[in-house]
């Protein structure tokens, strides 16, 4: 011990009569998880140009660097930047100039709600997200009676949380031109007594959607702007966003490089043929804060409004199994496409036979090639039988999924099909791997209710007293490396992002409590103090 002493203090020596490195900034004095294997835990880091150059003791830090800026963390809780592995971070911000409808407690409070922002806004077309008849006292569809009755000639499109169901009035369903008559497929327009009741699910919302005004550049600008102050302010410093078009993504690399935006963006490429054929030609775009080589891709519906695609029938919906949203043929042939590319496939599924689907599709155009990283997103209802195919499939999940659907999941699938529901930890065991998500603004932003729904799977009133299905909960560690490293991993970007270690970009964020250590209860508490991107404060 005395001579492990005797070296420590020559090394001091000898280390303070050499010139000190200059670097901008040093961490000192922080509980630090890394989510690195090899240096789980430390306390002080040094930046320079943006990247983490060191990792280690206070002590050290401060003897081999000159720092322009000292940042003293006295104590407090540093982990690697929040990335959310799955969001809709435009949505959000677009979100932000429609009539908010979360929380809405029945169709009545929906509709004051619409009524207040028409008064301040009075805008031509009225858009709003975010109710859910799970939630109301009757759990049923609403009908557009009380709309077309109040608003006779203001359009209104209104969309269930998950963005898989929408309700319509008669002034939009007129606009858009649609009756009793009209063709679809891929989901659903429900109708009774031969009427349309303003419900349309899935792909015949596209109906709807394609009346609806396109915003303004200067609208589309600012929400950008607004998703990053949100997520900014909640620790998340990289979100791959699911489902972009080609002229939003080349919006957001204008404002990146304009300096307007400083968040980094995973940018999921909305699939169509048109899209892939140009991206594939371009191959992959990649700059330090954008990173554009996957496709979205979706297989089914959502549980919630009946869409999700099942192998056998609904338990509370006899006859009634979901669908497909896009025809099998096609498919088939994008994964053909983005298998001959350098792209990755990332598809929702929901149901059970929507996952099997994928499963065997990528299973067939993969031939056995690992590495390319294709995700499935949701990964929500799995036949146990069909566990084993994600040997090779990246799971992409949404912790607060399950807290959110707890409480009427099994009334709809049944007990049986229960036991490969949000099967988070069973996912884990397969892979090795999650990624972390929130599938924002379905769900909310903050990542601290994802580590919390994710470890606890409780809801923010500790229901249910024991947990929900508490054998696919995940540990603190996994569930930290499911929201850095291994999200950095599903998005190729583990060698410059998702932990706190030499050579990697230094995005870290600083917490006013230890979250790996306080009570489990008190997670949701947690507040961010700081934000870094490439070592800079941003909050």
Excluded at 147 to 173: M, V
Aim: contains cysteine; proline residues 3%; aromatic residues 10%.
């Amino acid at each position: 011990m005395k001579n492990l002493y005797f070296f420590l203090i020559i090394s001091s020596l000898l280390i303070s009569c050499t010139k000190k490195i200059e670097v901008d900034t040093i961490v000192i004095n922080a509980i630090i998880y890394t989510a690195n294997d090899s240096l789980p835990k430390t306390e002080a880091f040094a930046i320079k140009d943006g990247k983490i150059i060191d990792v280690g003791t206070s002590v050290e830090m401060q003897l081999k660097y000159a720092a322009t800026y000292v940042n003293d963390a006295k104590g407090k809780t540093i982990v690697p930047g929040f990335i959310d592995a799955h969001c809709h971070f435009y949505g959000l911000g677009l979100q932000q100039q429609k009539v908010n409808l979360e929380g809405t407690k029945s169709f009545e409070e929906v509709v004051q709600r619409i009524i207040e922002f028409q008064k301040e806004k009075n805008v031509a077309y009225i858009t709003g997200r975010g109710w859910d008849q799970n939630d109301w006292e009757i759990k049923e569809f609403p009908s557009k009676e009380k709309l077309d009755s109040l608003f006779p000639n203001t359009p209104i499109a209104i969309t269930r949380i998950d963005g898989h169901a929408l309700l319509a009035n008669q002034a939009a369903i007129d606009l858009a031109k649609i009756t009793i008559k009209t063709p679809f497929s891929g989901g659903e327009i429900i109708k009774k007594d031969g009427k349309l009741t303003g419900i349309f699910i899935d792909a015949p919302m596209e109906l709807i959607e394609a009346k609806i005004p396109e915003p303004s550049k200067a609208e589309k600008i600012k929400a950008l702007k607004d998703a990053q102050d949100i997520c900014i302010d909640l620790g998340l410093t990289t979100v791959d966003d699911a489902g972009l078009s080609k002229e939003t993504i080349q919006l957001i690399d204008s404002l990146q490089q304009a300096g307007e935006l400083k968040i980094r963006i995973y940018a999921m490429v909305s699939v169509s043929n048109e899209n892939i054929d140009y991206f594939t030609k371009k191959g992959i775009i990649k700059t330090d804060l954008l990173n554009v080589r996957s496709f979205k891709v979706y297989a089914d519906g959502a549980l919630g409004s009946r869409g999700a695609a099942m192998k056998q029938s609904y338990s509370d919906q006899h006859n009634h199994f979901g669908a497909l949203v896009t025809p099998l043929e096609d498919l088939k042939s994008f994964a053909e496409k983005i298998a001959a590319s350098d792209y990755q496939m990332n598809t929702h599924a929901i149901g059970d036979s929507a996952n099997y689907v994928m499963l065997q599709t990528y299973k067939e155009v993969l031939k056995g090639r690992k590495d390319r990283r294709w995700r499935i997103e949701h990964a929500q209802i799995i036949d146990v039988a069909d566990f084993h195919y994600f040997d090779n499939i990246i799971p992409s999940i949404q912790p607060t999924h399950a807290t959110s659907d707890m409480y009427w999941a099994e009334d709809r699938i049944g007990v049986e099909r229960m036991k490969g529901a949000y099967a988070y930890k069973e996912l884990l065991n397969r892979y090795g791997k999650v990624a972390l998500g929130t599938d924002f603004p379905v769900e909310k932003v903050s990542p601290l209710l994802t580590f919390y729904a994710a470890v606890s799977r409780k809801d923010l009133n500790n229901f249910p007293e024991n947990g929900f299905q508490t054998e696919n909960a995940l540990s603190r560690e996994e569930t930290l490396k499911g929201m850095t490293i291994w999200a950095a991993y599903s998005n190729f970007e583990e060698n410059e992002k998702g932990s706190i270690e030499k050579g990697k970009f230094a995005d870290f964020i600083i917490l006013d409590k230890n979250i790996m250590e306080i009570e489990e209860s008190k997670i949701p508490t947690i507040k961010i103090k700081e934000t870094y991107i490439n070592g800079v404060k941003v909050k």
